[in-house]
Each structure stands twice: as structure tokens, then as C-alpha cells.
């Protein structure tokens, strides 16, 4: 008999890394550090437990199909949800004590619920911040450190300076991972994601600029990636938050936003977006015939835009919100009629950015009024409805609240602040209180014809900034 070809001699484990991204791990030898981790300059080890050989039994029930984004559904794999678990489990020379517990706060209870669009979908936030740690918790330390810290100092109610210097500092090292992470497989992608939102959402919530440039990296660095393999990965949400985000500032600046995000399914419950996602495609439209008229000046070219804009309110007006058969099983009725809510809203306030587009202040007042008291009356009767406030709803609220004229009704909007802008983030609400008061101000002396244009500016970002501002 013929003596077999001689296999190449293969090591029959991967290193932890490698094992926990389910990534090839390539190493020349058993001493030297797989290709992944050096490339990274991360610690190449091989210390978990030996398992037998061959595919193990699977009990995980599958989530149901349209519902990648539901509390229900779960990531590929075990997930450790238990952050005090894990951080038991990193020396001390990695984390320290005061680190520990500050990262232990992304585990407690309600450490979220500001983040998320209804209290149901937390628990699936925590999850989905909990899981990329054990493999890639040396990229994401510094920008959940600085996220962790933010929460801290929203739950205390006041920053200290030593902790605003700790949470810069951490931004600081986060974003300079970012730079420097190499994007050249899925995973890497997934990592940029992860990396990328955390430190957007401390910007965010503690900063107030610069968040719109870290999206554009992100989206921009990951989107060869995503539009592959974004469902596999569990990475939608991220992507999601980031888009909205960039979305913000690109309707405030009149800029193209990177990404249109595709939606293959449309029977989902975003956990940060909620069921107004299919809205998103065209809130880019708009932003990008936004931009398009500011700087158009050509008739034939105006008029073309203007066929765009009728075609893009036309499908807003139809847009009806649909969710899952069984989203009564992941929330309750309360956060359904917030859900419903916030759809409704975000689609108002769609209809009311594509209208002034079209009419500067003085022209078609009639209908923006109209438009706007509809977008408050929702939020309102929700409120009353549910005794919860509704969240992820600072776009449509701006955008509505630039209509108000009447004096007493601009008093109650300004105290309304609180209640519907993100209230994670203080340094965006006191934010949305100066653009008001100056866009009404401008308004009634005339000097601004459209909130586009004026020299203030609401929501995420105030001014460009470089983002070498951290260091």
C-alpha cells in the first residue's frame, strides 16, 4: 500500500484571541505570537482549558427571523453578561481597583436606561457591551473606561475635575487605538464598531463635539465590512447609533452623511432606534438634498432637486412603522405606545425638515405650525399615557421646537428640554437651550430666513473641531 502524502504539521489550538473572535490564528511556531496578536501588539496566550476535539452540542435556541436587533436575540456563542465576573478574572496589573469598578457600572442595573429606547432592551445592551471583552478588552479598555466614567458622573449628578481629566485622558488613548487599529478582516471591523460608538457616546454625552468625526471614521473605515457581514456579527445596533448620530450633524450642517443604510429586513426593533429605522435612508435623502440646495444655483438643477425632495416627502407620508408578530413578548404595552410613538414623530419631524427646505421662515408658517404641534402633542400624550419618557427623540423635539413663537409655549419648551433630550448627555442639553433661545431671537428680529442657516447650531456637535483636541 502507498505510504500517504505527509500532512503539514498544524498546531491544534488557536491562541485565546484568535479563539474567541473565531479567527484563523497563524503562528510560525509554538513560541512565537500568532500574526493577529502581534500585528495588534496584543498578548499572545493560550491559557484556557484543553477541550476534546469535534463540534459540541448546541442548546441555543434561535432567534426569530426579523428580530436581530429584539431583546430575545442573542449573539453567536456564550455571551458574559456578568461584568463583575470577568473583571474578578483581570489582574490587577491590567485594571486597577478604581478601574474595576468603575467598568463593573456598564453591568449594574439601569446603568443604561437612558441609552436604550425602552428598559426591555438593556439587558441586551449590557450583553453586547460585555461580550467583545474577553478577547479584545485591551483595544476597548481606554473607551469604556471614559464611557463608564461619563455614567458615573450623570448617576452622581456632578463631574469632579480630576474625573474630567481621568475620562479625557482615557478618550484620549481610545482615540488614538482607533487611528492606529488596522481594519482588515470582519472582526476587525466589529472591533472598530465597538471602539468607535463607546468613545462617540462619551464624546457625546460628556464633550459635545468632535462626534460627528468619529462616526465618519467609523462608517467610513468598516463599510466595506458591514454591508457583508454586519447580521453575523451583532454589530447592527453599533452601526445604527453612529448613523444617527452623523445624521444629527449632517441635517444641522447641511453635509452628506456616509453611510444609507440598507434594510434587508424591515420587520425589527432597533434597542437604540426603535421601529423608526426604515426613517433613516431618508433622513440621509434629505441631508443630502439639503447639501445639494445650498449650494445649487442653476434653475434646471434646483428643479431637479425639488423632484427629488417631492419624491422623498411622498414616501415619508406613506411610511407606516411595522414590527415583529411577537414584539408583546419583549416589551410591554407601555414601551410598545412609546415605540409607536417615537415612530411617529421621527416621521413628523422628517415631513417638517423636508417642508422648511422648501419655505424659509414667513412662508407656509401655517403648515410647520401644524407639523409641530402634532410632534409635541405626541410626545405629550405618550407621557401621559405610559409615565415614562420616551427616548431617543432629540431630533424631532429640535426640530419641532425651532417652530414654537408663541412666548409661553417657548417657556414650556425649554423646560421640556430635560424630559426629551438624551439624558445621558447635560452638555447636549444645555446645548439645545442656547440654539432655542437664539434661533427664536433671530427669528423675530428677522435676521435668519431658515434654522439651516443660521449661525447657531443644536445637537451633537456645536463647531468642527480636530479630534486632536484629546491630546
Given amino acids: 500500500m502507498a505510504t500517504p502524502a505527509r500532512r503539514t504539521q498544524k498546531f491544534r489550538t488557536s491562541c485565546d484571541r484568535c479563539y474567541e473572535l473565531k479567527e484563523r490564528c497563524v503562528r510560525g511556531s509554538v513560541s512565537a505570537d500568532c500574526l493577529r496578536c502581534d500585528r495588534l501588539n496584543l498578548v499572545c496566550s493560550n491559557d484556557r482549558p484543553v477541550r476534546p476535539p469535534g463540534r459540541r452540542p448546541r442548546h441555543r435556541k434561535e432567534p426569530s427571523s426579523g428580530t436581530t436587533s429584539s431583546p430575545s436575540s442573542t449573539t453567536k456563542g456564550p455571551l458574559?453578561?456578568?461584568?463583575?465576573?470577568?473583571?474578578?478574572?483581570?489582574?490587577?496589573?491590567?485594571?486597577?481597583?478604581?478601574?474595576?469598578?468603575?467598568?463593573?457600572?456598564l453591568g449594574q442595573p439601569d446603568s443604561l436606561e437612558f441609552l436604550v429606547v425602552c428598559p426591555s432592551f438593556q439587558a441586551a445592551e449590557q450583553q453586547s457591551l460585555a461580550a467583545p471583552l474577553p478577547a479584545a478588552f485591551p483595544i476597548l479598555k481606554n473607551s469604556y473606561l471614559a464611557f463608564a466614567g461619563s455614567l458615573k458622573s450623570l448617576q452622581l449628578g456632578i463631574a469632579t475635575e480630576e474625573s474630567k481629566s481621568a475620562n479625557l485622558r482615557h478618550a484620549s488613548l481610545a482615540m488614538e487605538m482607533l487611528r492606529s487599529l488596522p481594519v482588515v478582516t470582519p472582526q476587525d471591523a466589529a472591533l472598530c464598531l465597538f471602539l468607535g460608538t463607546t468613545l462617540a457616546l462619551f464624546v457625546y454625552s460628556a464633550i459635545g463635539v468632535g462626534v460627528g468625526d468619529i462616526c465618519y471614521y467609523c462608517l467610513s473605515t468598516t463599510s466595506s465590512f458591514t454591508a457583508r457581514t454586519i447580521t453575523e456579527l451583532e454589530i447592527e445596533p453599533w452601526q445604527n447609533m453612529l448613523v444617527l448620530l452623523e445624521t444629527m450633524e449632517c441635517l444641522v450642517y447641511r453635509r452628506k452623511p456616509t453611510l444609507r443604510i440598507s434594510l434587508p429586513i424591515l420587520e425589527r426593533v432597533?434597542?437604540?432606534?426603535?421601529?423608526?429605522?426604515?426613517?433613516?435612508?431618508?433622513?440621509?435623502?434629505?441631508?443630502?438634498?439639503?447639501?445639494?440646495?445650498?449650494?445649487?444655483?442653476?434653475?434646471?438643477?434646483?428643479?431637479?432637486?425639488?423632484?427629488?425632495?417631492?419624491?422623498?416627502?411622498?414616501?415619508?407620508?406613506?411610511w407606516i412603522p411595522s414590527h415583529p408578530p411577537q414584539i408583546l413578548d419583549d416589551v410591554d404595552s407601555a414601551e410598545l405606545v412609546n415605540l409607536l410613538a417615537q415612530a411617529k414623530v421621527y416621521?413628523?419631524?422628517?415631513?417638517?425638515?423636508?417642508?422648511?427646505?422648501?419655505?424659509?421662515?414667513?412662508?407656509?408658517?401655517?403648515?410647520?405650525?401644524?407639523?409641530?404641534?402634532?410632534?409635541?402633542?405626541?410626545?405629550?400624550?405618550?407621557?401621559?399615557?405610559?409615565?415614562?419618557?420616551?427616548?431617543?427623540?432629540?431630533?424631532?423635539?429640535?426640530?419641532?421646537?425651532?417652530?414654537?413663537?408663541?412666548?409661553?409655549?417657548?417657556?414650556?419648551?425649554?423646560?421640556?428640554?430635560?424630559?426629551?433630550?438624551?439624558?445621558?448627555?447635560?452638555?447636549?442639553?444645555?446645548?439645545?437651550?442656547?440654539?432655542?433661545?437664539?434661533?427664536?431671537?433671530?427669528?423675530?428680529?428677522?435676521?435668519?430666513?431658515?434654522?439651516?442657516?443660521?449661525?447657531?447650531?443644536?445637537?451633537?456637535?456645536?463647531?468642527?473641531?480636530?479630534?486632536?483636541?484629546?491630546?
Fill in 347 to 471: 416621521r413628523l419631524a422628517a415631513l417638517l425638515v423636508g417642508h422648511r427646505l422648501r419655505h424659509d421662515f414667513g412662508n407656509q408658517d401655517e403648515k410647520a405650525d401644524v407639523l409641530s404641534k402634532e410632534i409635541m402633542m405626541e410626545l405629550e400624550i405618550a407621557w401621559r399615557i405610559t409615565k415614562r419618557p420616551m427616548r431617543c427623540v432629540t431630533l424631532p423635539f429640535i426640530v419641532a421646537a425651532v417652530e414654537v413663537r408663541a412666548s409661553e409655549l417657548r417657556l414650556k419648551t425649554l423646560q421640556n428640554v430635560d424630559n426629551y433630550v438624551d439624558k445621558f448627555t447635560t452638555v447636549i442639553q444645555e446645548a439645545t437651550r442656547k440654539f432655542l433661545s437664539r434661533i427664536w431671537h433671530e427669528r423675530d428680529m428677522n435676521t435668519t430666513f431658515c434654522w439651516f442657516d443660521s449661525i447657531s447650531k443644536p445637537c451633537a456637535v456645536l463647531h468642527a473641531v480636530d479630534l486632536l483636541f484629546f491630546a
Fill in 80 to 105: 458574559n453578561t456578568d461584568f463583575d465576573a470577568w473583571l474578578q478574572n483581570v489582574p490587577d496589573h491590567d485594571l486597577s481597583r478604581d478601574e474595576k469598578e468603575l467598568i463593573s457600572l
Fill in 270 to 318: 432597533d434597542r437604540h432606534i426603535g421601529l423608526c429605522l426604515p426613517l433613516l435612508p431618508h433622513y440621509y435623502d434629505l441631508c443630502i438634498i439639503s447639501h445639494s440646495l445650498a449650494n445649487a444655483t442653476d434653475e434646471s438643477y434646483l428643479a431637479r432637486l425639488h423632484k427629488q425632495l417631492d419624491a422623498s416627502e411622498i414616501a415619508i407620508q406613506e
